[in-house]
């Protein structure tokens, strides 16, 4: 087999010449922080997602920090999650002094097992954060059930989920706080950026004050036409806002969406295809409810042999890749801090040194995917 020159990376960012004149005539606007075109943004995810409010946000962890605070998570309060995350989640409970509690995953499709979220739930569990993970929903029917039985908070970490769907519901329509991400990484990017939905004016209210400083009222609001310079803090808040030149790119990839996501899946389907005869690895499970997967990312488990091992023989071949994630529960302030109440998550450990996510992006072509599949099959061959 060939080597080939150009290096193929895990992840790139599709960006077209819509997207650069969406940004182009943000830049020439002289208005370039938060505005109109957040606004613009905000509506139309509301319009994908079927949630009555969505705030732009600089990151989804600036998103997750600040819905625990509206929601007044606090010390003592227990939070359940799958431990096979980005840091990030638990990173934003530990912040606020809660407690996570990891609940293990389906090894197949590595999203979070509803079946074993109730054990977990104690007198001071106050809400389960369920990932989407890799763009393949969580059973959100047992989740929200458990939800209203216990009286807890559902928060969708939805980072992974523009245009996941679970039954004809997009991710975020549930009711429920969701907060996407829009990293470069992504099926939809504004190079840095969040976005959390909801519906619920109220907490709205709080999360808006919360972005920006404690403010009721933005710069787009005090500097703009007919516009009040004049403001007062009640509560301190955050500088978390999304400025207007991130939401312009945002609005150009979300109109792509649906073309972005179908070339996802289209390679999604040739890697199953093309590795689907290869032992030695363990290719990614759906979803057996009625879904519809994003396919964010392509994660397969390397069986045949150590992975680190696989990792370095994948770059001999020009290919890059990912690792998503190393489990929280293995994290060093999160075992010395939280471990004692871990319990088993044999599955999240008989995953986690497997992983590894292949390259997947919009803008590769067909024969790349072919080229990942045969230097697999030269690696698992070769040992």
């Not at 912040?95 to 979070?112: Q, S």
């Not at 097992?113 to 959100?140: C, Q, W, Y």
């Not at 004050?209 to 403010?215: D, V």
């Not at 450990?349 to 992006?361: R, T």
Request: neutral net charge; contains cysteine; glycine residues 8%.
């Amino acid at each position: 087999m060939k080597i080939r020159k150009e290096f193929l990376p895990f992840s790139r960012p599709s960006i077209g010449r819509d997207e650069i004149n969406k940004v182009t005539a943000c830049l020439k606007s002289g208005w370039i922080t938060t505005g109109a075109h957040c606004k613009e943004f905000e509506d139309n995810f509301c319009g994908l997602t079927g949630a009555r409010q969505a705030i732009s946000v600089s990151s989804a962890t600036a998103g997750m920090h600040i819905t625990l605070s509206a929601l007044n998570i606090v010390p003592q309060d227990e939070i359940i999650t799958p431990s096979m995350t980005f840091a990030s989640t638990v990173n934003m409970i530990a912040l606020r002094g809660a407690k996570p509690v990891f609940a293990d995953i389906d090894y197949g499709t590595l999203n979070i097992n509803s079946d074993l979220i109730e054990e977990k739930i104690t007198k001071n569990t106050r809400a389960i954060i369920p990932v989407h993970f890799a763009g393949a929903p969580a059973d959100m029917d047992k989740i929200n059930h458990l939800a209203r039985q216990y009286n807890l908070i559902v928060i969708e970490d939805a980072a992974h989920a523009v245009g996941t769907y679970y039954k004809g519901i997009h991710a975020g329509g549930f009711g429920y706080p969701a907060i996407f991400s829009f990293h470069p990484i992504k099926n939809i990017t504004t190079g840095e950026g969040g976005m959390i939905t909801l519906n619920d004016a109220v907490l709205e209210k709080k999360l808006r004050l919360l972005r920006f400083h404690g403010i009721e009222r933005d710069a787009w609001k005090r500097y703009g036409k007919s516009g009040n310079p004049s403001y007062d803090i009640a509560e301190p808040g955050y500088k978390y806002n999304m400025p207007d030149i991130l939401a312009s790119l945002g609005l150009a990839q979300l109109e792509r969406w649906q073309e972005l996501n179908l070339r996802r899946a289209r390679l999604a389907q040739l890697y199953l295809a093309g590795l689907k005869d290869i032992s030695g690895i363990d290719l990614p499970e759906i979803p057996e409810y009625d879904h519809i997967h994003a396919w964010h990312l392509f994660i397969i488990k390397i069986l045949a042999l150590n992975r680190e091992e696989f990792m370095n023989k994948l770059s001999d071949y020009n290919i890059g890749y990912g690792l998503h994630f190393p489990p929280a529960h293995t994290l060093s302030y999160v075992k010395e801090k939280y471990a004692a109440g871990a319990g088993s998550l044999s599955k999240t450990e008989q995953a986690a040194d497997k992983i590894i996510s292949l390259p997947l992006f919009p803008d590769m072509k067909d024969n790349d995917v072919q080229y990942v599949c045969s230097a697999i099959k030269e690696i698992i061959k070769h040992g």
